[in-house]
C-alpha cells in the first residue's frame, strides 16, 4: 500500500514525487517509457530558470531521474492499463501489477498528435515523425521539413539548421504562432524556408521517403516534391492521454481542475500538460 500513487515521470509527477517524500508519504510513480516525458525529446531546454549550459531533453530528464531517485521517490516502469478512481481507495491496474492508494496525481501529459495522412504511419521512423534531438545529425547536408509553427516546431527547426542543407518549415497559417525571440532566430539563417497557408497532405516511399506532396490551404492546389531521403519532423499539436479516465470531468479532451489541482474525484489531482489550461511548458508543469 502507498501513500499516493503517481502516474507519469515528467517534470510535473517528478517535482510532485519529490514534495510527496520530503513530506513523509510513502510514494510510487508509475512512468510507460522514460523519465521527462515529452521533455525528454526535444532538442533544447529552454525558458526555464536554473538550466545547465546546452541543456537537452535527455540531460534534463536524467538529471530529473537523479534528483528523484536520490530523495527516496520509488518509479517502476509499467503502463498503466485500467484505473478504478472513484471509491476511497484507488486501484491502479497495470500489464504486471495491481495497486491501490487513497491518494492518485495524474501527470501522464500528452502525446504528439498524428497528421492523419497518406504514408505517415507507413514511414515512421523511416524518414518520418523523426526526432530532431536523436535523429538530426542523420540528416546532416540533406533537406529537411518542419511540419508546424508554434514554439516547439520552431526551435526544433533552428536546431535542425545546424546539421541540415536546407529546412522547410510547413505551416498551415499565414504567419507563424512562435514567440518573438524565434522569429528573430530565423531571419538570419539562410537555409530556412518558409511554406505558409500549407498543409503536409502525403508521404511516399518505402524503406525512406522519396517524395511528399503539399496542398494551399487557399487554392488546394497540391504541390509534389521529390526528394529522396530527407527527414520530415513533425510538431503539430498534442494529444492528451486521458483514454483512461472517463470517471473524471473532461474539457476539451484534457482533465478539469480546481485551483488546488482537485479534480471532480475527491483525492485525485491531475498536474502537469494532461490538465486544461492555457500554456504548456515545464515551468506551468512543475
Known sequence: MYDLIIIGAGPAGISAGIYAVSRGMK???????EVGGVIGNVSTVTHY????????????????EKQA?????????????NVKLSSELKVITTASNIYETPNVILAN???????????????????MRMNAGKHAEKYAGKHVYVVGGADGAIKEALYLAKFAKKVTIIHFEDQLGCIPEFKNKLSNLSNIELKLHTRLHAV????????????????????????PECGIFVYAGATPNTALYSELKLENGYIWTDDQMRTSISEVYAIGDIRAKNIRQVSTAV
Open 204 to 227: 511516399y516511399g518505402v524503406d525512406y521517403v522519396e517524395k511528399l506532396e503539399t496542398i494551399d490551404e487557399k487554392t488546394g492546389e497540391i504541390a509534389t516534391i521529390e526528394d
Open 27 to 33: 510514494t510510487l510513480i508509475l512512468e510507460k517509457n
Open 49 to 64: 530558470a536554473g538550466i545547465i549550459e546546452n541543456e537537452t531533453g535527455v540531460t534534463f530528464a536524467k538529471r530529473l
Open 69 to 81: 531517485v536520490s530523495a527516496g521517490v520509488e518509479i517502476r516502469y509499467e503502463e498503466v492499463i
Open 109 to 127: 501529459g500528452t502525446s504528439p498528435r498524428m497528421l492523419g495522412i497518406k504514408g505517415e504511419k507507413e514511414l515512421s521512423g523511416k524518414g
